[in-house]
């Protein structure tokens, strides 16, 4: 059964601190892995996705990696701002037929000033 | 401004009740995407559609219906046989099915569905 755990699964830092938050799958054959930031009563928005053949991608302060060989990834964030404040979900897309997408229960992160 | 509308925000069903969501995009995408998002899960397909005039079950299909009349709009009806309707329900879509390599999905800002 294709699975994507996230942890940890919740997370408060404070402003200006680094973060790193982990995603597992087991999600095969695989295609892509994206990573989503969902602000409270709204809904997802992309900040990267990777195939197979990229191991990392920037967009600003947050960096992803991707280890398709034991099927982790991380998202890294930077110098964390107020605005960070958010869940984070990671999704995956298996590369057969279906081609469906896999979600992630995500992780809940908070800034404090 | 391109993107994904839903409506209403908020919405609250009575017992025996059938309601609908509706969803608009006008990111000209073909396919378009229903999920309810529960606490601390991952988001769940309901229901998609791959061009207009088409749609497939998801994984929790039952108790939900749709319709693809229009590119542009993809209304989910949540009838009175789903017996647990409470959650967050998103609607997304992608330039194709299924979303490949660099494309996104694209998410609107939900509607939060309670049983009164």
């Known amino acids: 059964k294709n699975q994507v755990e996230q942890s940890p699964q919740s997370l408060i830092i404070l402003e200006g601190k680094n973060c790193t938050l982990q995603c597992n799958y087991t999600v095969s054959p695989f295609s892509n892995l994206r990573w989503y930031k969902q602000d409270t009563g709204r809904g997802p928005v992309s900040l990267t996705i990777?195939?197979?053949?990229?191991n990392t991608k920037s967009n600003g302060r947050y960096t992803a990696t991707l280890d398709a060989d034991t099927k982790q990834s991380s998202l890294h964030i930077t110098a964390s701002q107020l605005s960070d404040s958010a869940s984070y979900i990671c999704v995956v897309s298996a590369n057969n037929a279906g081609n469906m997408l896999t979600f992630g229960g995500g992780t809940r992160l908070m800034v404090k000033p | 401004d391109g993107g994904i509308t839903q409506s209403p925000k908020y919405l609250f069903r009575k017992e025996g009740q059938n309601v609908t969501l509706s969803c608009e995009q006008n990111l000209n995408h073909d396919a378009m995407y229903w999920y309810r998002q529960d606490p601390g899960q991952g988001l769940r397909l309901i229901y998609y559609s791959q061009i207009v005039n088409d749609f497939q079950k998801g994984d929790i299909a039952e108790g939900y219906s749709v319709s693809r009349e229009k590119k542009e709009s993809f209304p989910l009806t949540v009838t009175s046989a789903q017996k647990n309707p409470t959650a967050f329900y998103l609607c997304?879509?992608?330039?194709?099915?299924?979303?490949?390599?660099?494309?996104?999905?694209?998410f609107g800002d939900g509607t939060r569905l309670s049983i009164l």
């Open positions: 990777m195939t197979f053949s990229e």
């Open positions: 997304a879509s992608s330039i194709v099915y299924p979303p490949r390599g660099g494309q996104p999905q694209h």
